[in-house]
C-alpha cells in the first residue's frame, strides 16, 4: 500500500515560482515510477511531467517544456514539482501519482498505468 501527498499549492502571480513536494509512504521507493498530473477549470486532467525510476530520464507536457521540472530527494521519500514562471493557464489541481515497478529507464504518460494518486494540490495563478 502506497500513499502519496502532495502540498505547497497556493495562490500567486503571473511570473512566480513556486515547488510542491509530494510525500510517498513506500517501503521501496525506487520501485515507482513518478508522475505529475493536473485537471484545469473546465479541463481534464492532463500530464504534466514524469520521471523514471532510475532518476535519470524526464518527460515534460510542451506546455511546461522548460518551465517545470521534476527531482528526487530519496532520503525524504519525495518527488518535487518545481515550477517557474506561472501563467494563469497553469492554474489546476496538480496531482501526483505512483506506477509500481514501471520501466526502469523510461516514463509513462499513460494515467491509467499509475496504481496511486495523491488528493491534488490547488495553484491558483492570477494575471
Known amino acids: 500500500q502506497v500513499q502519496l501527498v502532495e502540498s505547497g499549492g497556493g495562490l500567486v502571480q503571473t511570473g512566480d515560482s513556486l515547488r510542491l513536494p509530494c510525500a510517498v509512504s513506500a517501503r521501496t521507493f525506487s520501485d515507482y515510477q513518478m508522475g505529475w498530473f493536473r485537471q484545469g477549470p473546465a479541463k481534464e486532467r492532463e500530464f504534466v511531467a514524469a520521471?523514471?525510476?532510475?532518476?535519470?530520464?524526464?518527460d515534460y507536457a510542451d506546455s511546461v517544456m522548460g518551465r517545470f521540472t521534476v527531482s528526487i530527494d530519496d532520503a525524504k521519500n519525495t518527488v518535487y514539482l518545481q515550477m517557474n514562471n506561472l501563467t494563469p493557464e497553469d492554474t489546476a489541481v496538480y496531482y501526483c501519482?505512483?506506477?509500481?515497478?514501471?520501466?526502469?529507464?523510461?516514463?509513462?504518460?499513460?494515467?491509467?498505468?499509475?496504481?496511486?494518486w495523491g488528493q491534488g494540490t490547488r495553484v491558483t495563478v492570477s494575471p
Open positions: 501519482a505512483a506506477k509500481y515497478l514501471g520501466s526502469y529507464f523510461h516514463t509513462s504518460r499513460a494515467q491509467n498505468e499509475y496504481e496511486f
Open positions: 520521471i523514471s525510476r532510475s532518476g535519470t530520464r524526464f
